[in-house]
């Protein structure tokens, strides 16, 4: 009885504690510019059920694919089990599904210890590859410090999630044999039945309790994991799906066209403007911060994984520029979080002197990119850096006119003689007569 | 060689040419390229297709521009553009420039612009399917042949097969480098940086991928866009190769073997 209000006290202030974190997300969100209708939405499903559920891109490169698969469905298979958790931390009783799931039960449980295994070796690779191959992407500056310990925290808690999980099964194999209490032999234990040794020695009263600190621990580490998410890179397991979603369909080559500066260039061209100008508010043109970022750009930077696909392809970064793409989608979230901080505090955003252009992102970087569409191309969740990186720029050039002098150059000759170069445009057709 | 005439006189005389070549700004002015826009138009003669180009009508697309954040000038450039290809009959537009191609399909449409757009790969690609152009001296063959895909072809428009297409027809088999189609490595040159320095790093864009095509032991390098290949030539001047390495556009190719 006690255990079980104990239970239910700790899951809700874990959910609530998370429904509040999801309520802080949506709210940093809406901080961008609205997106505009989202159209063709049986397409978009079919690439998110593609890249998201199915992890297509993943798949680019194959080995981690897998190994990142295994994890990705143990972690949604695991789920049903925890079905079985809670009713039983709610209840107070043990096992509740198996008198209605028969052998399949059996089966069940077995398929969920082997999934724990491969997780558990799957996590081990990874862990191996970040620490001590130490893959080049995962020991960037750019992952320095709080993202590069993230990472491994997660590793960690999964092993444990998975050791406890197993160590649950193992002492209730013992207690079982023993006929200990209520616990009634059910299950089959393919992988923890070898870890009954460890416990051979004990008293049953003694793995009992193991058994029900297993059990506690596992059931807390995973409420814990739910609101270290809101901290992590990890957020990506929920987000990933809204991501893919409200992603790109077009060609990649697409640079949207501003609607604000189309009524202008209309008006200089002498063409009729669709609508009087006059009326509509003046935006600021580009981004200087992340409430001039549309709404899915937001949602991608709280979505990045910090993986590093997108450097280790980018022309720029590879060449040792400053620039990161990944760097740019994490510094995006840092700034946004930082500012709902200061909503969270003062009840609305009180102005404080800082930017993402500026204090987060460097022109430096922003300059080195050659818009090659290399980091949108590898991003395995449909992610695009380069938009922010042109907005910075188009907020630089027509808000700041703080353009490199080169290219100020180009554009004045473009103005002048229609041609990036200095040249006459009475020699375009040069060409034809000469060799 | 025959006469290349501007859409303006074959209108008038009420010819509708089948295409007008978007010749580009690189095409028109840079000594490299010309030499690509020369070998297009003689591909275009042999295969008699009837075509135009603007002349000195045409001005830039505005793709550095808007790559380098400045929309207005991009609009400006685009919507006047736009009235001009307006103003005239054709049934297709054909450049020889990805940048150019690129921005004319995907983004003028939106402001006005709609037009069958294809690069000048895609088209040869054609001709040589269709049989209106035929390989006489497939003198490649023993060579080896690599292709660059340019990012404004590849990865921002899916045209990776057509330029292949037609290094098939000059050699046995294509060099394919390490990192090709949608993981080709920039030249460089693209969102306006051949324009300006680069910033500070460890080595150049150029110099970075002219080493991965000289790894792939070619003889030749084929390439697509005016900038790739001014970036890949001047990448040759400045890594060492144990072999002597050119750069072709799929153009010049085309051409030295019909
Ligand atoms: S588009 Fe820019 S940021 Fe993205 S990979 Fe290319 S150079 Fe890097
Ligand atoms: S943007 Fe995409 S590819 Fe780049 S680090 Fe984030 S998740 Fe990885």
Redesign the pocket.
Known sequence: MISSVVFVSIFIFSISVFAINCKRIYRNISLGKKIPNIDKKQERIKKTLLIAFGQSKMFDRPVVGFLHLIVYVAFLLINIELLEIIIDGVSGKHRSLAPYLGSFYNFLIAFFEILALLVIISVILFWIRRNIIRIDRFIKNDLKGWPKLDANIILYIEIILMFLFLNMNATDQILQNENFNNYLEYGSFPVSSYMTFLYSDLSVEAVFYIERASWWLHIIGILFFLNYLYYSKHLHIILAFPNVYFSNLESKGKLSNMKSVLNEVKLMLNIDPEHNSTNSEIERLGAKDVFDLNQFQLLSAYTCTECGR?SS?????ITGKL?S?RSIMMKTRDRLEEVGNNINKNKQFLDDNKSLLGDYIKKEEIW?????????ESCPIGID??SI?LDIRRYMVMEESSAPNEINNMMTNIENNGAPWQFNNQDRINWINNN | MNKISTIKELNNNGIQPEVLFWVGCAGSFDDQARKVTKSFTNLLDKANVSYAVLGTEESCTGDPAKRAGNEFLFQMQAISNIQTLNSYSFSKIVTACPHCFNTIKNEYPELGGNYEVLHHTEFLSFLLSSGKLRVKKPDFNGKKITFHDPCYLGRANKVYEPPRDVIKKLSTEINELKNCKEKGL?CGAG?AQIFKESESGNKEVNIKRTEEIVESNSDIVAVGCPFCKLMISDGIKNVKSKKELVVYDIAELLDKAI
Not at chain 1, 313 to 317: D, K, M, R, S
Not at chain 1, 368 to 376: D, E, L, R
Request: glycine letters at 4%; charged letters at 5%.
């Open positions: 997108c392809e980018c022309p720029a970064n620039l793409p080195a990119c050659t818009t090659c569409n290399a980091c949108v850096p380069m990186i | 920039c969102g």
